[in-house]
């Protein structure tokens, strides 16, 4: 039986890095028929990204529909969103029962800040790494991976280490044919080992 269509929920917010969005974005709905994919924000409407353009966001926080797998991007905006008391008491209740928790770049410090990697193993961009794990009280953070998969968590490492998280994903739900399929439809050699990271190394993580 085929696996039901699932709604991907991308978080959005002032400074978000865009190809930690587009990158997946583009991923998962090549296929229209394997996931729907919302955008959400602080208030429905324009969100300006780290590099300028803005994005309309679908959705404002106090009117999302739960979850079925949750997509927190990096960017800039991410120092400011660590310590929100506000945005990270949200997105602790928000997204605590999503079928998938996932991050790329620095998006997993604002999932340790709300308390939603405690426990978990996880990754994060290497330039920011130090700062990102700085952030959660339990989280065994992983220097050198190109994604981490830990129970229903995912994280990745920077920007474009997203899109083979993504593709990844969309194997474990629909199986590597089909991401295969979608990588091959994006013309794009995806990494599928999660612990090369040349860039741990080039960071002084390794």
């Known amino acids: 039986m085929p696996e039901a269509k699932r709604r991907i929920s991308v978080v959005l917010f002032e400074g978000f890095e865009l190809l930690d969005v587009f990158g997946p974005v583009e991923?998962?709905?090549?296929?229209?028929?394997?996931?729907?994919?919302?955008?959400?924000?602080?208030?429905?409407?324009?969100?300006?990204?780290?590099?300028?353009?803005?994005?309309i966001a679908t959705s404002g926080f106090a009117d999302a529909a739960r979850p079925d797998i949750v997509l927190v991007p990096g960017g800039q905006g991410t120092r400011v969103l660590a310590v929100d008391a506000g945005f990270l008491g949200w997105l602790a209740g928000w997204a605590a029962d999503a079928r998938l928790v996932t991050s790329v770049c620095t998006g997993s410090a604002l999932l340790a800040a709300a308390g939603l990697l405690d426990g978990f193993r996880a990754t994060s961009n290497k330039r920011a790494f130090a700062w990102a794990a700085s952030h959660g009280t339990s989280v065994e953070w992983i220097p050198q991976a190109r994604w981490v998969e830990d129970g229903n968590r995912w994280?990745?490492?920077?920007?474009?280490?997203?899109?083979?998280?993504?593709a990844a994903i969309i194997s474990s739900i629909h199986g590597a044919d089909i991401a295969a399929m979608v990588s091959d439809a994006a013309e794009l050699d995806v990494h599928t080992d999660a612990s090369w990271d040349p860039f741990a190394e080039k960071n002084g993580l390794a």
């Open 27 to 55: 991923l998962f709905r090549l296929d229209p028929s394997l996931f729907d994919v919302e955008l959400i924000a602080p208030h429905a409407g324009p969100v300006r990204s780290s590099q300028g353009p803005e994005v």
């Open 155 to 166: 994280t990745s490492s920077g920007v474009a280490a997203g899109m083979d998280m993504t």
